[in-house]
């Protein structure tokens, strides 16, 4: 839609004048290290987060959207090619509760464990969470649904999870490259038409498994079919755990256990650089602060707990 200047110039007035020094220019993710980079989740951007298989980048994703729902209200819909509604359902009680994920799974619950879910689960249910587990997905079925739940649920962001399992039309491409390169052009224009987030999951390929790379560290290259995975998003960021690599402590001696660095590679609306947050894997849980005392990271949560 073509805008005469003067509308747009008092947009820009209105929203400077709504905006101080120490607000975000977008929705708090719930993670103050990254809204400090990252400025929040702007609306009509594509947020790409990328991690290896195992990482933990799933689980951060619905500790982003616990964040956003549970504790904000901010209607957000979840896309999940991978998991089941039920999975993700779980993935939802365990990482807002802090309840064992596995044990969750099993139904093997202690007495206190029931007594959170007991007490807990109304505020999880009386959020603006909306999922949607369908297996195979084409981009024009995602810009439909997206469409869908804007208008009908006023949702503000949208997780996709994750890009690799989406597809063009069938037929439409024999190359797969291109075939991705059209599909986060698309949902570039999506966030752009319907002024929301989409915040994409992506996987890796195996350079990031390269042994001669310190301590792992993902970079933009990684990005499996990039292509233009990486021109098309405002923010590329990665999950990254160095005790996944059985690394313990960083160069100078720092405790890298139960800790996850948001690693920030790209950012078209500002900074870039590393969040740390604190993990709990066994409840796929992620913190501002760390929620141990003394040697209780060493003693209480394992480091080869489940992560996703």
């Not at 977008?26 to 947020?47: A, N």
């Not at 509604?85 to 993935?91: D, F, R, S, Y």
């Not at 948001?262 to 969040?275: C, E, F, P, Q, S």
């Amino acid at each position: 839609m073509v805008k005469d200047i003067k509308e747009t110039m008092a947009d820009f007035k209105k929203r400077l004048q709504e905006t101080n020094t120490d607000s975000l220019i977008g929705l708090s993710t719930g993670f103050e290290k990254l809204d400090d980079i990252i400025g929040g989740f702007v609306e009509g951007t594509l947020v790409t987060i990328g991690g290896r298989t195992g990482i933990g980048k799933t689980a951060f994703a619905f500790n982003l959207l616990k964040n956003l729902t549970v504790d904000k209200k901010i209607p957000s819909l979840y896309i999940s090619l991978e998991s089941t509604e039920q999975l993700c359902v779980n993935t939802l009680i365990a990482c807002t509760l802090g309840i064992n994920y596995s044990k969750l799974l099993r139904g093997q619950l202690l007495i206190e464990e029931w007594e959170k879910i007991d007490n807990g689960l109304a505020a999880i249910t009386d959020t603006p969470v909306y999922l949607d587990t369908k297996s195979t997905y084409t981009i024009d079925e995602i810009y439909k649904t997206v469409e869908e739940t804007v208008k009908e649920r006023q949702v503000k962001v949208v997780f996709i999870d994750y890009l690799q399992l989406i597809f063009a039309k069938t037929g439409f491409f024999e190359n797969r490259y291109l075939e991705l390169n059209y599909i986060t052009r698309r949902l570039k224009a999506l966030a752009k038409e319907f002024n929301i987030t989409i915040v994409l999951l992506s996987q890796l390929n195996r350079n990031a498994e390269d042994e001669n790379r310190s301590e792992h560290r993902p970079v933009l290259t990684d990005l499996r079919d990039s292509g233009t995975i990486c021109d098309d998003s405002d923010v590329v960021c990665f999950v990254h755990r160095p005790e996944y690599y059985h690394i313990y402590e960083d160069e100078k001696g720092n405790d890298m256990r139960n800790k996850a660095m948001i690693i920030v590679a790209k950012n078209r609306l500002g900074y870039t650089g590393d969040a740390t947050l604190y993990t709990n894997m066994s409840t796929l849980s992620f913190f501002n602060e760390s929620p141990y005392k003394g040697y209780e990271i060493k003693e209480m949560f394992p480091t080869d707990s489940l992560a996703f």
